[in-house]
């Protein structure tokens, strides 16, 4: 059991984000991470899904996506050499005087931005993969964390290995 | 320009639609105007769920798609049953649903159902749609969907101002399908094929084991040359039946639950098991580890995400079983026929043949022998659910692919009445006969309407034991004799169908049932043999569930 980053191509049509989705849960996959946006083709959409289980039961989680008619195709990129970012934006309790300071540095080892500054409050936006945002999240509960908002996992392969089929 | 609903028929005329089975409301008032002046058959059926079960008798027995009619709301809920039992056995059905106009959709307007939501799981795909434009093009995909790689039901959502507007419609140009997320593998790999023929040259101990697939591909003439050249036994599912002929050297009936000891036995002991158009389906595999402990497993299908689903698959071959078995069949490989194992196989057949007492008692095997006697290959043998559906598949001799249509994986009470409508309808040659329970023919007993008005010739026999007799051979067995709320009180058949019109007779006794059946056959028109018979009769062999296929509860040998 391993968590697998799944990259779908679909078309881009309204309900295909459901029917992916219900597969999973029809057939008792979990979703850790979802996220889905367009891609460089307009027709086309891009799911990037983090699933886990063992090879066996992705692989089958796999063919079941290519049955969907509106799936272009799929790839699991979790054995090939990817690149993976996450965004999350995290609401801080930082008080001028107190441990805003401490908060700030923290963000700058982390190279997140400080995108708002509040009386009590300063919210971070940080980028990278799914450890490191775990880490920095670890460190500022000490401060307090009021809110936060995480992206799903986008990925994409290093080099020329394509997520998209060599349709041009 | 067209209106939508105009589009629809010429559409459906393009695709060789001739029958569709339905159901009016106010959602499809355009369709039903427009089919007012149409070519096409429309049969009223008496409740929405008789007409996709309808269409999907009709598509079994006639390889065609198969297509039904409802309106939105009730009329589209009361489909989906239909849907998921042409869904699990993968039969090909376009159903056509009215909706709410466009601009009252999502506001829970008057008979407003998510019916695409409500069948996305039991669908291959679905479609609502959005413009007239795009109507045309989507019945086209929505046909071809149905009918290639794995066949399914395919579900067509159409608002009522979609079939009201107007758009372009071009029979040549909007039928060519092109998708570019769906293109089936038919071809073998030819590596596949050649490791294939390459283990099966090697084996001692091989057994075919075929399916639904072997049916809906067109491939059994290919399927029993295959076993033929090579001397091997074949064992068939309950989708499977009719693949290779009862009667044949090689076939040794169903496999499974209710499957014979021979063919049972044959899976423990095989050493390579050919799996063709079948999905290792847990009535058929019993506890799976048990499963063909000892063999290696070559499994041919077209849907690739069967192989390795359910057992461990050592060759797959991901293809069109009637394509793959010829890519088989010209391979030159060569082996002496396994003599030893094939005697041992037919031994077993002789040894444990299907059974049942001769006491002088109404036995219901009896009757489904004396039918398949009589018919003597002709007919179209329908189900509805439970004791009487294994009954047939174990007791009448089925000759050739198409014979023998039933529920097999929702295993839906109430099919086999309205699936026999549907078979009757695309085979006029042929005698249809739905073989029924009496529980099960009380689910859809309202299409006696219906056959009494198109004079539609299903001949009705009931196997009546005033039980819902399957699930009280599970109380019986498993649960002490606790019948609980199994027992039916006697209906009066005989006059329940001539209240619709529909003739009948009723019989007790063995010696009456051969007169009764020639009866109902030799009549023109539907009719209804209510057979009372031994109450507490048990469907035998019987493996219960969770145990290895080959420790069956057997029943009295003769
Ligand atoms: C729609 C539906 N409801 C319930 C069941 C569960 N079930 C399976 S067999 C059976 C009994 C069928 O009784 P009957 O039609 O009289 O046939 P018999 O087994 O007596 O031949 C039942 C209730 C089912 N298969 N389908």
């Given at each position: 059991?391993?968590?697998?980053?799944?990259?779908?191509?679909?078309?881009?049509?309204?309900?295909?984000?459901?029917?992916?989705?219900?597969?999973?849960?029809?057939?008792?996959?979990?979703?850790?991470?979802?996220?889905?946006?367009?891609?460089?083709?307009?027709?086309?959409?891009?799911?990037?899904?983090?699933?886990?289980?063992?090879?066996?039961?992705?692989?089958?989680?796999?063919?079941?996506?290519?049955?969907?008619?509106?799936?272009?195709?799929?790839?699991?990129?979790?054995?090939?050499?990817?690149?993976?970012?996450?965004?999350?934006?995290?609401?801080?309790?930082?008080?001028?005087?107190?441990?805003?300071?401490?908060?700030?540095?923290?963000?700058?080892?982390?190279?997140?931005?400080?995108?708002?500054?509040?009386?009590?409050?300063?919210?971070?936006?940080?980028?990278?993969?799914?450890?490191?945002?775990?880490?920095?999240?670890?460190?500022?509960?000490?401060?307090?964390?009021?809110?936060?908002?995480?992206?799903?996992?986008?990925?994409?392969?290093?080099?020329?290995?394509?997520?998209?089929?060599?349709?041009? | 320009?067209?209106?939508?609903?105009?589009?629809?028929?010429?559409?459906?005329?393009?695709?060789?639609?001739?029958?569709?089975?339905?159901?009016?409301?106010?959602?499809?008032?355009?369709?039903?105007?427009?089919?007012?002046?149409?070519?096409?058959?429309?049969?009223?059926?008496?409740?929405?769920?008789?007409?996709?079960?309808?269409?999907?008798?009709?598509?079994?027995?006639?390889?065609?798609?198969?297509?039904?009619?409802?309106?939105?709301?009730?009329?589209?809920?009361?489909?989906?049953?239909?849907?998921?039992?042409?869904?699990?056995?993968?039969?090909?059905?376009?159903?056509?649903?009215?909706?709410?106009?466009?601009?009252?959709?999502?506001?829970?307007?008057?008979?407003?159902?998510?019916?695409?939501?409500?069948?996305?799981?039991?669908?291959?795909?679905?479609?609502?749609?959005?413009?007239?434009?795009?109507?045309?093009?989507?019945?086209?995909?929505?046909?071809?969907?149905?009918?290639?790689?794995?066949?399914?039901?395919?579900?067509?959502?159409?608002?009522?101002?979609?079939?009201?507007?107007?758009?372009?419609?071009?029979?040549?140009?909007?039928?060519?399908?092109?998708?570019?997320?769906?293109?089936?593998?038919?071809?073998?790999?030819?590596?596949?094929?050649?490791?294939?023929m390459n283990r099966i040259a090697r084996a001692e101990r091989p057994l075919i084991y075929a399916g639904g697939g072997v049916i809906s591909s067109g491939g059994s003439e290919e399927l029993v040359q295959f076993a033929e050249q090579w001397h091997i036994p074949v064992t068939t599912t309950l989708m499977g039946l009719g693949a290779i002929p009862c009667d044949h050297e090689l076939c040794l009936g169903m496999l499974g639950m209710h499957g014979t000891e021979c063919a049972n036995y044959a899976v423990t002991e095989c050493d390579l098991l050919i799996a063709v158009g079948v999905r290792f389906d847990d009535r058929v595999t019993g506890k799976v580890e048990a499963f063909?402990?000892?063999?290696?497993?070559?499994?041919?299908?077209?849907?690739?995400?069967?192989?390795?689903?359910?057992?461990?698959?050592?060759?797959?071959?991901?293809?069109?079983?009637?394509?793959?078995?010829?890519?088989?069949?010209?391979?030159?490989?060569?082996?002496?026929?396994?003599?030893?194992?094939?005697?041992?196989?037919?031994?077993?057949?002789?040894?444990?043949?299907?059974?049942?007492?001769?006491?002088?008692?109404?036995?219901?095997?009896?009757?489904?022998?004396?039918?398949?006697?009589?018919?003597?290959?002709?007919?179209?043998?329908?189900?509805?659910?439970?004791?009487?559906?294994?009954?047939?598949?174990?007791?009448?001799?089925?000759?050739?692919?198409?014979?023998?249509?039933?529920?097999?994986?929702?295993?839906?009470?109430?099919?086999?009445?309205?699936?026999?409508?549907?078979?009757?309808?695309?085979?006029?040659?042929?005698?249809?006969?739905?073989?029924?329970?009496?529980?099960?023919?009380?689910?859809?007993?309202?299409?006696?309407?219906?056959?009494?008005?198109?004079?539609?010739?299903?001949?009705?026999?009931?196997?009546?034991?005033?039980?819902?007799?399957?699930?009280?051979?599970?109380?019986?067995?498993?649960?002490?004799?606790?019948?609980?709320?199994?027992?039916?009180?006697?209906?009066?058949?005989?006059?329940?169908?001539?209240?619709?019109?529909?003739?009948?007779?009723?019989?007790?006794?063995?010696?009456?049932?051969?007169?009764?059946?020639?009866?109902?056959?030799?009549?023109?028109?539907?009719?209804?043999l209510d057979f009372h018979i031994e109450r507490e009769e048990n469907v035998m062999p019987m493996v219960p569930a969770g145990a290895a296929i080959n420790e069956m509860i057997l029943g009295e040998r003769k």
């Amino acid at each position: 059991m391993r968590p697998h980053t799944l990259s779908i191509l679909v078309e881009n049509k309204p309900g295909v984000l459901s029917r992916v989705a219900g597969l999973f849960t029809r057939r008792g996959y979990n979703i850790e991470s979802l996220a889905v946006g367009t891609c460089e083709e307009p027709d086309m959409s891009r799911i990037t899904v983090v699933s886990i289980g063992d090879d066996e039961a992705i692989e089958q989680i796999k063919k079941q996506l290519n049955k969907l008619i509106e799936v272009i195709k799929v790839s699991d990129l979790t054995y090939s050499d990817h690149v993976a970012r996450e965004i999350a934006l995290i609401k801080v309790h930082a008080e001028a005087g107190s441990t805003r300071a401490e908060v700030m540095q923290l963000a700058d080892n982390f190279r997140a931005r400080i995108v708002d500054v509040g009386k009590k409050t300063v919210i971070l936006e940080v980028t990278g993969d799914t450890s490191k945002i775990n880490a920095l999240e670890d460190l500022l509960r000490q401060y307090g964390i009021k809110e936060l908002v995480r992206t799903g996992k986008i990925a994409m392969p290093r080099g020329s290995k394509m997520i998209s089929p060599k349709y041009r | 320009m067209k209106s939508g609903a105009k589009i629809l028929f010429e559409s459906l005329a393009k695709e060789g639609v001739e029958t569709i089975f339905g159901y009016p409301g106010g959602s499809v008032l355009p369709i039903y105007d427009e089919l007012y002046d149409s070519d096409v058959r429309h049969i009223l059926v008496r409740h929405e769920q008789a007409a996709v079960h309808a269409a999907d008798g009709y598509a079994r027995a006639s390889g065609k798609v198969g297509v039904c009619l409802a309106t939105s709301g009730p009329g589209a809920c009361n489909l989906v049953t239909g849907i998921a039992t042409a869904y699990m056995d993968s039969a090909p059905v376009v159903a056509i649903t009215g909706q709410v106009p466009t601009t009252l959709l999502g506001r829970d307007a008057f008979q407003e159902s998510d019916i695409t939501g409500i069948t996305l799981p039991v669908t291959k795909h679905n479609y609502l749609v959005p413009r007239t434009e795009e109507l045309g093009r989507i019945i086209h995909e929505a046909f071809y969907i149905a009918g290639s790689g794995r066949q399914g039901p395919v579900l067509i959502d159409i608002p009522k101002d979609v079939t009201t507007g107007t758009a372009e419609y071009n029979a040549e140009s909007d039928s060519l399908v092109s998708l570019r997320g769906y293109q089936p593998t038919l071809q073998g790999h030819p590596r596949m094929i050649e490791k294939a023929m390459n283990r099966i040259a090697r084996a001692e101990r091989p057994l075919i084991y075929a399916g639904g697939g072997v049916i809906s591909s067109g491939g059994s003439e290919e399927l029993v040359q295959f076993a033929e050249q090579w001397h091997i036994p074949v064992t068939t599912t309950l989708m499977g039946l009719g693949a290779i002929p009862c009667d044949h050297e090689l076939c040794l009936g169903m496999l499974g639950m209710h499957g014979t000891e021979c063919a049972n036995y044959a899976v423990t002991e095989c050493d390579l098991l050919i799996a063709v158009g079948v999905r290792f389906d847990d009535r058929v595999t019993g506890k799976v580890e048990a499963f063909a402990p000892n063999a290696d497993v070559i499994h041919i299908d077209i849907d690739p995400a069967e192989i390795g689903k359910n057992k461990r698959v050592d060759i797959p071959i991901v293809g069109d079983v009637r394509i793959a078995l010829r890519q088989m069949l010209q391979e030159n490989e060569s082996r002496t026929s396994p003599r030893q194992w094939n005697e041992r196989v037919a031994q077993w057949k002789e040894e444990f043949p299907a059974n049942y007492p001769d006491d002088g008692k109404l036995r219901p095997q009896f009757i489904v022998k004396e039918l398949s006697d009589l018919l003597n290959g002709r007919g179209i043998i329908v189900t509805e659910v439970g004791q009487n559906q294994m009954w047939a598949a174990q007791h009448f001799c089925f000759r050739r692919p198409r014979q023998w249509i039933s529920s097999g994986g929702l295993g839906t009470m109430g099919y086999g009445f309205p699936a026999a409508i549907g078979a009757a309808v695309a085979c006029p040659d042929e005698p249809v006969i739905d073989i029924a329970g009496d529980g099960s023919f009380q689910m859809n007993i309202q299409e006696l309407a219906t056959v009494a008005q198109y004079n539609i010739p299903v001949k009705v026999v009931i196997l009546n034991n005033q039980f819902l007799g399957m699930v009280r051979q599970w109380q019986e067995l498993f649960y002490e004799r606790r019948y609980s709320f199994t027992e039916l009180p006697p209906v009066d058949f005989v006059r329940v169908a001539e209240a619709y019109g529909v003739p009948g007779i009723r019989v007790d006794a063995p010696e009456d049932v051969r007169a009764a059946l020639e009866t109902a056959l030799n009549t023109d028109g539907p009719f209804v043999l209510d057979f009372h018979i031994e109450r507490e009769e048990n469907v035998m062999p019987m493996v219960p569930a969770g145990a290895a296929i080959n420790e069956m509860i057997l029943g009295e040998r003769k």
